[in-house]
Structure formats: C-alpha cells, structure tokens
C-alpha cells in the first residue's frame, strides 16, 4: 500500500553525443535559416513582425531572380491552359 501512494519517478540518462564538436546545445531546436531572417529576432507583437516583413519587400532583391520567377510563373500558366483546352482564339476576334 505504500508504493501504491508514492509516483514513481522517470528515468533520466546522461548522455552525451560521441561526436559532436560544435557550439552550444545539440538538443536546442532551431531552424536553420533563422539567423538570416529580419522578422525572426524583431521584437515582438504582429504590428512589428508586419513592419519588418514590408520593409524586407521594399530592398531590391536580385533582379535574375525576379525574371526567372517570372518565367516560370508563364510557363505554368502556359501548361495549366494548354491541360484545360483553353481556346485562345476568344482574344483574338476581328
């Protein structure tokens, strides 16, 4: 009856990774583009987090980027009309 109030308590191991060589913490979970990100060490509060995301918007970004995004936003247009059968000639009526 005794051992039937007391909780038992769970196990904890020591362990430690054979070999690891890096800095800090190899359990600390972090996402490995966030030392990159503006928005991920603002300050808190949704006002701040929009501010700093509008302002990452407005800094010219690569320009060859931007024009291959571009292309390949027409070229998926291209194919989804192309799979649907979509009839181009409506734009062209004399």
Known sequence: MRNFL?????RTFDYKPRYYEGEGSPYKIE???????ST???????????????EDLKREGDKNLRIRF???????????????DFDLSIFFRR
């Open 6 to 10: 007391k909780l038992r308590r769970n």
């Open 31 to 37: 996402h490995k583009l966030d030392k990159y990100r």
């Open 40 to 54: 991920a060490n603002s300050q808190r509060g949704l006002k701040n987090k929009f501010s700093s995301a509008f």
């Open 70 to 84: 571009w292309a390949i936003v027409t070229v998926l247009v291209l194919v989804f009309l192309f799979i649907i």
